[in-house]
Every structure is written in structure tokens, then in C-alpha cells.
């Protein structure tokens, strides 16, 4: 899927640039960041194991082709529309998907493959990725897309349907029974309906009283096994942490390019010891020795060393800042300014969030997002608006 998806953005991106003639859009800034972490990355697994090399292209080449692609192709009001339209389906399909799960609905699954690995996850939802911390923290990235379309669409008859799958996509994410997920759609949410609170707070107000009560009448919390294994059990913050203080103690030993892309389960044996760390006491080895790289902060820092995590933050620090510039156009009523930065941001806080409880270095999913919003809001400029900020 990876490798289709990138070869559709290829021949699109040629197309708009080359066929058309179209010139790539400034500014540049964040583009060479994006180049030159991606050919760092690639340099060392080139000279140091080529078998990394579908690791890379999924988690690093696939999602900055996606800026390149939407940087350059998303560049109006219209366009943006669209693309928040497919994240929201996307949603409805993760939203449907999560139910099939919980209660074991074969025909609600897709793709059939889910179907094979279904018995070992019953009772907790895992998606498409058979993964239930990376399948938590992307509903929960997307879950902010429903309050666009309720402030921007008319006609109860969809605002009820809307109201409907966001309330779905809560019990989704909860179905999940990933506490980290369940912290970055809560992030992702508030995030942005503090930062348009004008025009999203009054969409969700009824939801603040008809979510608690599905949650603990219809869904059962306080009876629901699972849920009180996630919140009882503590194993998982030892194991993540103790996999944090070694991966710093690489670091430690590999500084400024770290032990090599993707090399953090090679080398993690060579660091059998317990871990002190305070409140928790000590952590044995033998709680996190099978753990792999499990964040995006202290695992890359291992791995790429001082040059990559400066590429990295630098990175980061520049989609935010890009993000301010055209939240200032709320003054002049910029419909993207007032409806769509703020879910962007949303996006954005939830990832980095998500970047401390799970890493997303083996994945496409979460970078293609944040990589995709980064990129409309990077390139946007106030001339390419269209008139009109409701959907009839």
C-alpha cells in the first residue's frame, strides 16, 4: 500500500510540476529540512544495512513525499475542503472498523486480512495496522476533523450524522484500551476547540452531557475488564521508561549520529542493567529487554545522535511556527485561519504528544498526516482563498 500510494504521488506531482509547468511553491525553508533528514537517514542505512531500507521508505519517504505532493498541489479553500472531507472518511471507515472489532462483526471488517489475526485481539481494537496504540493515536489525531463540518455544514439532517460519528469516534478511540491514545484524542481535541472556542465550543456542548452517559451507561465503564486492566496495570510505564533511560545511555556512547537508523533493538543488549528512576524505584531489564524503540524523542536521539534530532526538532519547530503565521489571518476572517489552523494544531500537539508513548518510525500513517497539514499550512497564502466558508 505504501509503495502505491507513493507511486501515485509521483506521477500526480510530475504532472502538476512538469506537464503543466508549474513552478514548486515557496517557501523552501522547511522543504530542505525534510531533504536533508531524509538523505541523513538514508546515507547511514545505505552504508550501514540496506535491509532498513522498506522501514525507511514507509516511515520517512512515504509521508515527506506527501508534503511535497500537498504543498504544491493543496493550494486553495476548495482543495482543503476536499482533503478534510477524505480524513473524515477516513474516520467513519477507523470509527466502523474499531465497533466491528470490539464486538466481533466480521462483515464490519476490512481489509479480509484483519479477519486471520482477529481471535488473538478480541475485546481490543487494533485496525488495519494490527496495532491498537498506533490504530488509537490516529483516530485520535483525526477525531478534531468533526468540528469543522459542524460549524461549516448546514442542514440538521448532516449536522446529526456528524454528531453521530463524533460520538462514535469517541467510543472508537476508547475501544482502543490504549491510555496514551486516549491522552493524544484528548489533546488533539481540546487543542482545537480552545484555540477556535468562538466556534467549536457551542458544536460540542451537547456532547459533553450525551458522551459521559454513553460511556458509563451504554459502554459499561466501570464493569468493562479492560478498561480496568489499562488504568490498574503499571508494567507498561516501567517498561517504557526503562526503555527511555537506555536509549539515552546509546546516546551516551554514540552522540552525534547516534548507533545507526532502526538499530536500537541490535545494540539494546549490550546495556543489560536495571534502571533507577525515581518514584518508580528500580526497573529491572528483564521488564523492558524485549522492548523496542517505543517513542520519538529519546529512540531517535539514540539512533541518529545530535545531528538528526536537531533535524528533527528543527522540523518540528518550523510546521508550529507556520501554523502561527496563518492563525494571525483569524483577524481578517481567513476561513482557513479561523476553522482549519486550529485542527491543524490539534494535529500537530497530538503527535508530538503521541511521540512520547509510541514510536512512529515503522509506520507511514501518523507522519502522512501530520506531514499532509504541515505542508497546506506551510504553503497557504491568503491569495489562493475562495469566497464562501459554508457547505450547503
Same mark, same amino acid.
Given at each position: ?46 552504508? #550501514? ?31 482543503? &475542503? ?22 466481533? !462483526? ?35 489525531? !483525526? ?26 469516534? @469517541? ?32 458544536? !460540542? ?20 475488564? @479492560?478498561?480496568?486492566? &489499562? ?17 539515552? &545511555? ?17 545494540? &539494546? ?18 521488564? @523492558?529487554?524485549?522492548?523496542?524503540? #517505543? ?27 507556520? @501554523? ?32 512520547? =508513548?509510541? =514510536? ?33
Amino acid at each position: 500500500m505504501d509503495r502505491i500510494m507513493l507511486l501515485w504521488l509521483a506521477v500526480v506531482f510530475m504532472v502538476k510540476i512538469f506537464a503543466e509547468g508549474r513552478k514548486p511553491r515557496g517557501p523552501f525553508l522547511l522543504d530542505y529540512l525534510l531533504l536533508g533528514h531524509g538523505f541523513y537517514i538514508f546515507i547511514r542505512i545505505y552504508f #550501514h544495512d540496506m535491509a532498513d531500507f522498506h522501514t525507511w521508505s514507509m516511515s520517512i519517504m512515504v509521508p515527506y513525499m506527501v508534503y511535497f505532493f500537498a504543498k504544491n498541489v493543496i493550494i486553495s479553500v476548495k482543495q482543503i &475542503r476536499v482533503l478534510l472531507l477524505a480524513l473524515l472518511i477516513l474516520g467513519v471507515y477507523y470509527n466502523i472498523t474499531s465497533v466491528g472489532e470490539k464486538f466481533n !462483526i466480521p462483515w464490519l471488517l476490512y481489509p479480509q486480512s484483519m479477519l486471520i489475526e482477529h481471535e488473538e485481539f478480541v475485546g481490543r481494537s487494533c485496525g488495519p495496522f494490527r496495532n491498537s496504540g498506533i490504530f488509537g493515536n490516529t483516530l485520535g489525531m !483525526i477525531l478534531p476533523i468533526n468540528l469543522y463540518f459542524l460549524a461549516t455544514v448546514r442542514g440538521n439532517f448532516w449536522k446529526i450524522l456528524l454528531y453521530t460519528n463524533l460520538a462514535l469516534g @469517541f467510543v472508537a478511540l476508547y475501544f482502543t484500551y490504549t491510555r496514551g491514545a486516549w491522552v493524544v484524542g484528548l489533546i488533539a481535541f481540546s487543542t482545537a476547540v480552545f484555540i477556535n472556542r468562538r466556534e467549536y465550543f457551542k458544536t !460540542i456542548a451537547p456532547l459533553l452531557v450525551v458522551i459521559p452517559l454513553a460511556a458509563f451507561i451504554g459502554l459499561g465503564m466501570i464493569q468493562d475488564t @479492560f478498561f480496568q486492566e &489499562r488504568v490498574e496495570n503499571d508494567d507498561t510505564i516501567d517498561a517504557r521508561v526503562g526503555t527511555m533511560v537506555t536509549a539515552f &545511555r546509546i546516546w551516551q556512547d554514540h552522540p552525534f549520529v547516534g548507533c545507526g537508523p532502526y538499530q536500537f533493538t541490535n545494540v &539494546r543488549d549490550d546495556y543489560i542493567e536495571p534502571v533507577e528512576f525515581p518514584v518508580l524505584g528500580t526497573i529491572k531489564f528483564a521488564n @523492558f529487554r524485549n522492548n523496542g524503540a #517505543h517513542d520519538m524523542y529519546f529512540s531517535p536521539l539514540a539512533e541518529d545522535g545530535l545531528v538528526g534530532i536537531f533535524l528533527q526538532f528543527s522540523i518540528y519547530f518550523l510546521i508550529l511556527k507556520s @501554523f502561527l503565521r496563518v492563525l494571525k489571518l483569524r483577524k481578517s476572517g481567513d476561513h482557513v485561519a479561523v476553522y482549519v489552523i486550529p485542527l491543524f494544531m490539534g494535529i500537530l500537539f497530538a503527535y508530538l504528544f503521541g511521540g512520547l =508513548t509510541q =514510536t512512529f518510525r515503522h509506520t507511514s500513517i501518523m507522519g502522512t498526516i501530520l506531514y499532509l497539514v504541515a505542508a497546506v499550512a506551510y504553503g497557504y497564502r491568503p491569495e489562493y482563498r475562495r469566497t464562501g466558508s459554508t457547505i450547503n
